[in-house]
């Protein structure tokens, strides 16, 4: 039996700027034969095309990318400061060279539309809608280009609508 609770995006409490940007987020997509989880830190949460939505960036090198191009859904689950050290890990290291979920020792739920896991204390499941390719000609203040993008490993943008929202 789930110790998550099912509610509707719009009660949501979390602070984002807290909940994406210090206490991180784990990105998933795939199933059960096979997935990828990764530490995310930049995006947000809003309302576009009438539709509750997150955004979320992934790096042309991350191996998860290939699994959230894949699938129609992905999630992105919360964990809060005392998870720092999983988050870290899943975050520096690639799931093509380790096994993320036997180094942190977190549980996988194999949900019908993409995994989480079961100690997070929040969960975002969300279908995509669009994506895009960051692209050097489209910044308006180029100093951003040169601060985060040296390796010219451009973001790809995801926009996915929030189908379910999971908390404890």
Known sequence: MSSFKEIKPEELTENPFKTIGRDWLLLSAGD??????MTVSW??????WNKNVVF????????TLG???????????????DFRRELTLCGTKSGRD???VKETGLTPVFDKEAPYFEESRLVLVCKKLYKQDFSP???I????DGLNYAAKDYHKMFIGEIVRVLVK
């Open 32 to 37: 059960e034969a096979k997935f990828n989880t």
């Open 67 to 81: 699994f959230v191009e894949e699938e129609e859904y992905f999630t992105l689950s919360g964990f809060g400061s």
């Open 137 to 139: 000609e489209c910044f």
């Open 43 to 48: 995006g947000g949460v809003g309302v576009l």
């Open 56 to 63: 979320t960036f992934i790096r042309p090198q991350r191996y």
């Open 98 to 100: 380790i096994d993320k």
């Open 141 to 144: 203040d180029p100093s951003l």
